[in-house]
């Protein structure tokens, strides 16, 4: 199976910027499409934003033009720039993998990003 190992979450402003990093144990191009999910308590989790092998990416309309999702292929990295941060950002960040033709699909532990004063 893949393995998922997310970093870089942490305690930031209002405003700040944080960068996640999703570290897969295969090439990511072997994967149909890498996403940022997010969950905040009591509340679903939600695509927060994707890239494919291809490199078409989506975004949730509340992270549109605050956050971009990239890639680093050397690395078998997926991250996840976070600009403009707001307080309703703050929840668990998932990276998940799906492979092609929905061979697997396969989330990391999450880390924790708070956004607050």
């Known amino acids: 199976q893949v393995q998922l190992v997310e970093s870089g979450g942490g305690l930031v402003q209002p405003g700040g910027s944080l960068r996640l990093s999703c570290a897969a144990s295969?090439?990511?191009?072997?994967?149909?499409?890498m996403g940022w999910y997010r969950q905040a308590p009591g509340k679903q989790r939600e695509l927060v934003a994707a890239?494919?092998?291809?490199?078409?990416?989506n975004y949730a309309d509340s992270v549109k033009g605050r956050f971009t999702i990239s890639r680093d292929g050397a690395k078998n990295t997926v991250y996840l720039q976070m600009n403009s941060l707001k307080p309703e950002d703050t929840a668990v960040y998932y990276c998940?993998?799906?492979?092609?033709?929905?061979?697997?699909?396969?989330w990391g532990q999450g880390t924790q990003v708070t956004v607050s004063s």
């Open positions: 998940n993998a799906q492979g092609y033709s929905g061979g697997f699909s396969h």
């Open positions: 295969i090439r990511i191009f072997s994967i149909y499409v």
């Open positions: 890239i494919t092998s291809g490199g078409s990416t």
